[in-house]
């Protein structure tokens, strides 16, 4: 595969992580988040989707508060965990207030994305079908495959470039969407277009899921960097992944068995006995 194993984050003095949801950068980009913390680097995650729902929820909100143990504040539950697992990676938070795609409406008010399913488009058992989407026309002029909702597209930009973490970085991580949500999709399309230095992290728990097999020749990134954890980062790592307590039982099939999980998948990537995680430098 010709991966590169070179630190990409040690030149990065200001590093920037997109994530599309108040889990992502702790289970994608948690070593590598926590390593440059230690070595001094400004880290800042900034999470796209956070907000609260609009309007009552939908079918597929409802079930997955109920799989979460949600109440009424759900948000402000998850921003919470979010705070205790960055602070243990040495990051900064930083948020967007948008609703994730559980909670949006259209313009007559009803749910865009009605049930869970929905969320991951069409044909999720092969994971990255998207014949029903309307591809948009980037800053390159090239139709990019993973840009849906223009609006939210749009939005998701401007409050990017607003953030000064975001002009300044040295170094932004992105998703490269595999598993297909609609929001890692949003996030990957509006990182491409801020035209900063990027780096795209394979998103977890979705690169370990059966389902999603075959990623690699769907999304063709190109470009590999491998990051080995030091013993201390993994176990930043993993510790901040425990603080998201209401979605270990969405994330999992067996949460117990988390950690194991995890560095399991981690040691794969690393080729030896140091779990690692891995970034690429182009997606198609």
Not at 184 to 189: E, F, G, L, P, V
Request: charged residues 25%; hydrophobic residues 40%; negative net charge.
């Amino acid at each position: 595969m010709g991966e590169n194993t070179a630190n990409p984050f040690e030149a990065a003095a200001r590093l920037v992580v997109l994530s599309p949801h108040l889990d992502d950068t702790a289970l994608s980009c948690g070593a590598a988040v926590a390593a440059a913390a230690t070595a001094g680097a400004d880290v800042v995650a900034v999470t796209v989707f956070d907000g609260d729902p609009q309007g009552p929820l939908s079918t597929a909100a409802r079930e997955f508060h109920r799989a979460c143990g949600h109440g009424d504040d759900a948000m402000a539950h998850r921003r919470a965990e979010d705070d205790a697992a960055l602070a243990r990676l040495g990051a900064v938070p930083v948020r967007l207030g948008l609703p994730e795609a559980l909670y949006r409406r259209d313009a007559a008010g009803d749910a865009r994305y009605p049930t869970g399913q929905d969320i991951f488009g069409r044909g999720f058992g092969s994971g990255y079908e998207t014949a029903t989407d309307e591809p948009h026309a980037g800053a390159t002029g090239t139709p990019d495959p993973y840009d849906i909702e223009p609006d939210v597209v749009a939005e998701v930009v401007r409050r990017l470039t607003s953030l000064a973490a975001v002009r300044k970085a040295e170094m932004l991580l992105a998703p490269l969407a595999v598993g297909n949500h609609v929001d890692h999709r949003i996030t990957a399309t509006a990182a491409r277009r801020l035209r900063r230095p990027l780096l795209w992290y394979e998103d977890v728990p979705y690169a370990l899921y059966d389902r999603c097999r075959g990623w690699q020749e769907a999304l063709r990134p190109v470009g590999p960097m491998v990051h080995h954890a030091s013993p201390v980062d993994w176990e930043a790592k993993l510790d901040a992944i425990d603080c998201y307590v209401s979605q270990h039982p969405v994330l999992w099939e067996d949460p117990e068995r988390r950690r194991e999980t995890l560095t399991a998948y981690g040691t794969s990537v690393g080729a030896g006995d140091t779990p690692a995680e891995r970034y690429w430098t182009e997606r198609a």
